[in-house]
């Protein structure tokens, strides 16, 4: 890699020169002009050739670079030229000048594309169309303090071998392995500021990405990172596990999950990113992304991201009640149908949907920006050795058999007492549908298993796995020790409950109490 390159985020292939892009499935730099490849640790080792040589060339100029300490906030910056504020851009008091260490440069720079003004101009359209919220009026109170400067940020790119852990109803793990890749993943370095918050300027345009010069600071203040060593460690994990776990949350459509990574060839680059920034009081703050125009804003209040998660599972289960009554016309069984079905609902929206409250960040509509290239894909050995693998756990059959098996379980009574009646020449209407009220707790108890995460154990326990094939079809495989998707796996997972849970002494015992209630109900019923 020449150290005058253009874009030093770019893989190039080393015999054409086009851009390499990586291959999941193969863990390599693939080039898609001449077919070469090469290893991850290979281009990961040239890097840091041209980092090293870099790094000396920039050093070169440190004598023109000048170091400015705030005392009140602690925030230290770095810059060139006289026409450099001395004024702190974070809590705008008067900066300290302090001698350069030359440590900890950064490698990688996204120049500013926005004027001030411009920047502003974006900011004063968000508060135009927002007077109402009190953030509002306060950043507009502020906004003599708006100011630019580049913010230390650490891009993760590189490949990941891990262990996807989806939690099932008795403590135990579904584990599903997957391999991952991260091209441009911006880790905040600052712990000045907010994560959540900053994350919501993103995302950057790494496509003007450029080697880091001190001529980029001519007229603007760059911060030095103050997240170093373990910490910094461990916000790189956090950010990473936090993209990862996003990504692969769609896929399988749970949150209750837990992913564990491997490190494999991947590797942290410091950069600066531009970012025009106002801080007010009592947690208050706007940002607006030096190269998008994109705002967010920090409203200093919590959010609730579960609020409204009973919504739709209470109006399912009213539409469902309405429909049972209509159609058999005794308001208790419709109440019981109702009951049985709707702990299924919830028991569905409170899987997908857990209380969660955090910092409240409000964004403008997103702008376009190359984004980050964050590819996961699950793997499965099928006999052969692992290989590509797409996973289903909720199909429209699968749901289909607990539907249709709930439904059956719920009208048993009257399926048998139907074809009785019609052997003694007595018409249906004269069946007392309703007095079969008390079956209903068989129905409902399966409902508080199914709620109790049987249902979600059989789901998340035995997907569904298609092979992807090199021409893009999908092969429905199953594994070697894989078990046939069937309701009688709801029969371990009651012997499951009983022994952790002690909601009964004896499967016989409760068979006994099912078969006296259906029984009694059937009698009543004629």
């Excluded at 129905?443 to 059989?458: E, N, R, S």
Aim: with cysteine; charged share 20%; glycine share 8%.
């Amino acid at each position: 890699m020449e150290t005058t390159v253009k874009n030093p985020l770019v893989i190039r292939c080393e015999y054409c020169g086009g851009d390499q892009s990586y291959d999941i499935v193969k863990q390599k730099y693939c080039c898609a002009h001449c077919g070469a490849e090469a290893n991850a640790a290979e281009k990961k080792a040239e890097y840091h050739r041209w980092k090293s040589i870099r790094h000396e060339a920039v050093l070169q100029d440190v004598a023109k670079v000048k170091t400015f300490s705030c005392p009140s906030c602690g925030a230290q910056t770095m810059a060139t030229g006289d026409d450099v504020s001395a004024q702190c851009p974070f809590c705008q008091n008067t900066m300290i000048d302090t001698a350069f260490a030359g440590n900890d440069l950064p490698e990688v720079i996204l120049p500013f594309k926005l004027s001030k003004q411009e920047a502003l101009d974006q900011l004063k359209a968000w508060l135009s169309a927002n007077k109402g919220n009190p953030a509002a009026k306060l950043i507009e109170k502020n906004l003599h303090r708006f100011t630019g400067c580049y913010l230390p940020y650490h891009i993760v790119r590189g490949g990941y071998n891990g262990d996807l852990a989806i939690n099932l109803q008795d403590g135990s793990a579904a584990h599903y392995p997957f391999r991952a890749y991260l091209s441009h993943t911006a880790v905040n370095a600052s712990k000045d500021w907010d994560n959540l918050f900053l994350d919501g300027i993103e995302p950057f345009d790494f496509d003007e990405a450029r080697a880091f010069d001190f001529g980029f600071l001519n007229h603007q203040n760059a911060k030095i990172q103050n997240v170093v060593g373990k910490a910094l460690n461990n916000r790189i994990t956090q950010e990473t596990q936090s993209e990862l776990y996003q990504d692969l949350s769609k896929k399988v459509r749970t949150k209750e999950m837990t992913v564990y990574l491997n490190e494999n060839e991947n590797e942290s680059i410091p950069a600066l990113m531009p970012v025009y920034l106002v801080k007010c009081k009592d947690g208050v703050a706007a940002a607006v992304n030096g190269q998008t125009g994109k705002v967010s804003i920090a409203t200093g209040k919590k959010k609730n991201l579960t609020r409204l998660w009973w919504l739709w599972p209470t109006l399912a289960t009213l539409v469902v009640g309405l429909v049972s009554w209509l159609w058999i016309g005794e308001a208790m069984a419709a109440g019981g149908i109702a009951l049985v079905f709707g702990m299924v609902f919830f028991a569905v929206a409170h899987n997908r949907h857990h209380a969660e409250i955090i910092d409240e960040v409000i964004t403008n509509p997103k702008t376009k920006a190359s984004h980050n290239d964050t590819r996961t894909e699950f793997f499965a050995d099928f006999g052969r050795g692992p290989v590509p693998a797409e996973l289903k756990f909720f199909t429209f059959w699968r749901i289909a058999k607990l539907v249709i098996g709930m439904l059956l379980l719920t009208f048993l009574p009257v399926l048998i007492a139907i074809p009785i009646q019609l052997l003694r020449g007595q018409p249906l209407s004269a069946l007392h549908i309703g007095y079969g009220a008390a079956w209903y707790i068989v129905p409902v108890f399966m409902a508080i298993v199914l709620a109790g995460g049987a249902g979600k154990a059989m789901m998340y326990g035995e997907p569904l796995y298609f092979e992807k094939q090199p021409n893009g079809k999908r092969v429905r495989r199953r594994l070697p020790s894989q078990k046939k998707f069937s309701l009688k796996q709801l029969l371990p997972r009651l012997k499951n409950i009983e022994s952790t849970q002690g909601t009964g002494k004896t499967i016989g015992c409760a068979i006994a109490i099912v078969l006296f209630l259906l029984i009694g109900s059937v009698a009543a019923m004629l």
